[in-house]
């Protein structure tokens, strides 16, 4: 029955936050949801999803040549899925709705060297209104590196929600043989939020994304529900082609589990079922003030806590010191400073790879946050 796994006295809030979904305007973010739906973790920290496989990521520059470097890069993608789109589900029992990150807001985090080189995580909320958020992950002695940014336009269809990733990622891959540098262009995928009535929201992945190579190679990947390829949710299709569009291998199975190459019966490609890393970030008693976990660890302990007043409170206290900067920037005809990342109008990387792929985007350009290297050692904002 509908909102079956709503607590009692949250199952009114719980009803009018869906009433209120009809009219939304492409930003869930800054919605009120009742309390049993939030989880502690802000937005900022979900960069890290990509590489909790750093071993993954950093054995793509091993690849022998450039279709066995595509199809790492195509495995490291499979294998970063069920983190992004599976973890809370996991952990917290559905989906949850993550703290809406403010502007100026930082993550750092490190995956420790086993072997294949330390890699580093750097992200900074770029945008407050709408979301954005920028990323740089980099592997120095692998020589493998990504950056990108994320945003989601939402909209609701009265049973789910839809959200509309903006943003790309790119990456990019210096050969240990020596051979060229390669760029990868990551577009990312469509997500449905489903069991929204029941209360238990949970993600399935929709439509297709593209890994456009500067090498001519393409991967094209399909995401269906139950019901489509397999009966199985969490279904997706891959082929790898050529620069003249000619397929030159197939995968098939779930990102949640096992994927084959060929078809369903041909030899494992995959299973990201197995052990993912979490990164390892600085005790909160040693980030600085604009750090995630330190900026919201008194909302994070209500929420965990149940004390969703002090939650509340603490909430509103960050709210209003945001509003009044931005007020003071409007006053003193300032702008706010991005302390890692340069605002660029059109991404060079984008336009050139984007106009390798088959099937085009529109537009053909896109903006991006391009790292600061003077600024990759920096940890925190000066206050
Ligand atoms: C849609 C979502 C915020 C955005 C999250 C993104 C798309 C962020 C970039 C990551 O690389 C991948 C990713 C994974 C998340 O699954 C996705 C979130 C899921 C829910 C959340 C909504 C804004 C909150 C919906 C509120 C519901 C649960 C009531």
Request: proline share 5%.
């Amino acid at each position: 029955p509908e909102g079956a796994d709503v607590p009692q006295e949250q199952k009114a809030g719980w009803a009018s936050f869906i009433k209120s979904l009809a009219s939304m305007t492409g930003d869930l973010s800054s919605m009120t949801a009742p309390p049993f739906i939030l989880s502690p973790t802000s937005l900022t920290e979900f960069p890290a999803y990509w590489c909790e496989h750093p071993d993954a990521f950093a054995e793509i520059s091993e690849g022998k040549d450039d279709k066995e470097r595509m199809e790492r890069v195509l495995k490291w993608f499979i294998g970063t899925l069920s983190a992004q789109y599976t973890t809370r589900n996991e952990k917290m029992g559905s989906e949850k709705k993550p703290l809406n990150p403010v502007l100026g807001e930082l993550f750092y985090g490190v995956w420790p060297d086993r072997g294949y080189g330390e890699t580093r995580l750097i992200v900074e909320q770029v945008s407050h209104h709408p979301p954005v958020t920028a990323y740089y992950i980099e592997n120095k002695q692998a020589g493998v590196r990504l950056q990108g940014h994320s945003g989601q336009k939402t909209s609701f269809s009265g049973t789910a929600i839809h959200v509309k990733q903006s943003g790309h990622a790119v990456l990019t891959v210096q050969p240990k043989n020596g051979q060229k540098e390669e760029k990868y262009l990551i577009t990312l995928p469509k997500l449905r939020i489903e069991g929204i009535v029941w209360g238990s929201p949970y993600i399935e992945l929709t439509d297709t994304n593209a890994i456009q190579s500067s090498t001519g190679l393409t991967a094209q990947i399909d995401y269906k529900g139950k019901g489509y390829f397999t009966g199985k949710s969490h279904s997706f299709k891959a082929v790898i082609s050529n620069g003249s569009g000619k397929a030159v291998q197939n995968y098939e199975g779930v990102w949640t589990g096992k994927s084959h190459i060929g078809g369903s019966k041909g030899p494992l490609f995959l299973d990201t079922a197995g052990h993912k890393e979490e990164v390892t970030v600085k005790d909160v008693s040693e980030q600085t003030e604009w750090e995630s976990r330190k900026l919201w660890v008194n909302v994070a302990k209500g929420i965990r806590t149940g004390n969703y007043d002090e939650a509340g409170k603490d909430k509103t206290k960050i709210e209003n010191e945001q509003r009044q900067r931005r007020k003071d920037e409007t006053a003193n005809n300032t702008a706010w400073n991005h302390l890692h990342f340069t605002h660029v109008e059109s991404d060079p990387d984008y336009q050139f790879l984007s106009a390798l792929l088959h099937d085009k985007l529109t537009p053909p350009h896109e903006d991006a946050y391009v790292i600061k290297p003077e600024t990759l050692n920096v940890v925190g904002r000066p206050n």
